[in-house]
Nanobody, 115 residues
Framework: QVQLVESGGGLVQAGGSLRLSCAAS????????MRWYRQPPGNERELLAA???????AYADSVKGRFTISRDNATNTVYLQMNSLKPEDSAVYYC?????????WGQGTQVTVSS
């Protein structure tokens, strides 16, 4: 069982930055994949960034060059640094973990970018 708690969402102006945090209840070194998704109102959930336990990362084209996924093994926390935010980045952001092929989700955190 893995519990995930996101934080760091809020209201920011276009061009600004936010850093989201995802705290895991287990060692993130035991988790195969850590991912960030987002879901705008009325739209499907979109995969934004992924990081493997070996440290490699991948990004969706929509956020490449603006968002960075990182982790702190000591605190079992994964971050999503979001820069140059746009109004279309407004959504609920979710943390996801894959451990032994089973998915776990956090409760989500709202990000709103004003123009």
């Amino acid at each position: 069982q893995v519990q995930l708690v996101e934080s760091g969402g809020g209201l920011v102006q276009a061009g600004g930055s936010l850093r989201l945090s995802c705290a895991a209840s287990v060692s993130i070194l035991s988790i195969d994949f850590m991912r960030w998704y987002r879901q705008p109102p009325g739209n499907e959930r979109e995969l934004l960034a992924a990081r493997t336990s070996m440290g490699s990362s991948a990004y969706a084209d929509s956020v490449k060059g603006r968002f960075t996924i990182s982790r702190d093994n000591a605190t079992n926390t994964v971050y999503l640094q979001m820069n140059s935010l746009k109004p279309e980045d407004s959504a609920v952001y979710y943390c996801n973990a894959i451990k032994r092929r089973y998915p776990y989700w956090g409760q989500g955190t709202q990000v709103t970018v004003s123009s």
